[in-house]
């Protein structure tokens, strides 16, 4: 069966959300959102590009910090409304320089931090 | 730090972004939505509880299917405006019966599914 992005389901801003997942460590490292043409670009040039919602444009993941995300594998799930991403990360996928942006836990009643940013 | 659900970012809709890993796979098993009350149930019971977008209700994952999530782990993003649960999936986790909603692949333009339906 072909895939038509057009079967997936956006939101009112014609965005979906996608989970990037580390393809070998199987860690979660980020959320971000998509539109169509993003998910265009991801799936031609295998370099994941999220839809910047405060900048309203493109943002091809590591552009300007050199974090790239490699494409290994596009998945969708059964309501068609949310993206999970494959991804080869290079260095850091958070903006704090952590491996992961899911770095705080709560345990207890209190927040504990579970990484530290990379050296 | 104490953890205080009034720092989360939630949506227009009062909604935040959950998703459901497997803690002992680290599967990427599902996402859905939590609204502050869903989060607060989710940590004071260890059973991990939604809120229902297409209902309008309290969605006690597993309270009908008997597929259960146990909560392992619960963390926040680096934005605050996405959670990431670490849980204990008793069966599939996917209302068609898979273990995880992320059945479906697109590879070389095509839609490859993934996993069957559990017996």
């Given at each position: 069966m072909g895939f038509d992005v057009?079967?997936?389901?956006?939101?009112?801003?014609?965005?979906?959300?996608a989970i990037a997942q580390d393809a070998d460590s199987h860690e979660v490292l980020?959320?971000?959102?998509?539109?169509?043409d993003a998910i265009?670009?991801?799936?031609?040039s295998?370099?994941?590009?999220?839809?910047?919602r405060s900048r309203q444009a493109f943002w091809v993941k590591g552009e300007s910090?050199?974090?790239h995300q490699e494409l290994v594998d596009f998945r969708f799930d059964c309501d068609?409304?949310?993206l999970l991403v494959l991804v080869?990360?290079?260095?850091?996928?958070?903006?704090t320089n952590r491996r992961s942006c899911f770095f705080s836990a709560v345990r207890?009643?209190?927040v504990v931090e579970l990484m530290q940013p990379m050296a």
């Open positions: 057009a079967e997936l389901k956006f939101n009112e801003a014609g965005l979906i959300p980020m959320m971000a959102w998509m539109n169509a265009a670009r991801t799936l031609a295998g370099r994941v590009t999220y839809w910047s910090s050199g974090h068609k409304d949310c080869r990360q290079t260095g850091p996928a958070c903006h207890d009643g209190a």
